[in-house]
């Protein structure tokens, strides 16, 4: 475990900080709480619980839940302005402060682009630094799939972004805060901070 002194002296040395989103950021899993919303909660959250410990690759767990909850274009626009995600408590104040301080803040998560936007928005964290998944749909607004080729999409996905982010931003040190296996798997080139749940 890391100590408080620790913490402060990575935060202070950091270029930039990425946070994992589900559990993390926010307080919700966003899939369980899609699965919940779209009446299929149960499967999907075991099948969330072994994702996380690594036990099955991320796409494939991806493609499993999806295809389970099917969701619709409006049913996710209907999550999110019914039951908007819940930030952790201090969550905003942090990133501020990194803010105010001109470190880059970015959001690299597994989940749902159309989500992570919408808590971004919350926390001042500009669209451009953002790395999710996309879900798609066909024109009638029924789930199409998901953008296979985000880097978000598979396991090492969070690794290769903060690797884009290194080449394209010269940054030298860059803090990843997470809590699942797909977060652990971001270091290096991240310098990992794993979080309990």
């Not at 899939?31 to 009446?39: M, N």
């Not at 690594?54 to 493609?63: H, I």
């Not at 408590?89 to 001109?102: T, W």
């Not at 926390?123 to 029924?142: C, D, M, Q, S, W």
């Amino acid at each position: 475990m890391v100590s408080h002194s620790e913490l402060r002296e990575l935060f202070c040395a950091a270029d930039a900080v990425c946070f994992d989103v589900d559990s993390t950021v926010i307080r919700e899993e966003g899939i369980d709480e899609l699965a919940k919303f779209c009446g299929v909660e149960d499967a999907v959250s075991e099948m969330t619980r072994r994702a996380m410990g690594g036990a099955v690759p991320f796409k494939a767990a991806l493609t499993e839940r999806l295809s389970l909850i099917q969701p619709s274009r409006e049913q996710v626009q209907r999550l999110i302005a019914e039951h908007p995600p819940h930030l952790t408590p201090g969550i905003r104040e942090l990133v501020s402060r990194l803010q105010e301080r001109n470190v880059q803040v970015f959001l690299i998560s597994g989940g749902f682009r159309s989500i992570v936007e919408h808590v971004a928005s919350k926390l001042n964290i500009p669209p451009t630094n953002v790395f999710a998944n996309r879900l798609k749909f066909y024109f009638n607004g029924e789930y199409a799939g998901f953008d296979e080729m985000q880097p978000t999409a598979e396991s090492g996905g969070k690794g290769k972004v903060i690797k884009l982010l290194k080449e394209k931003f010269h940054f030298k040190k860059i803090v990843m805060i997470g809590d699942g296996a797909t977060d652990m798997e971001a270091c290096p080139p991240a310098m990992t901070l794993p979080i309990g749940r």
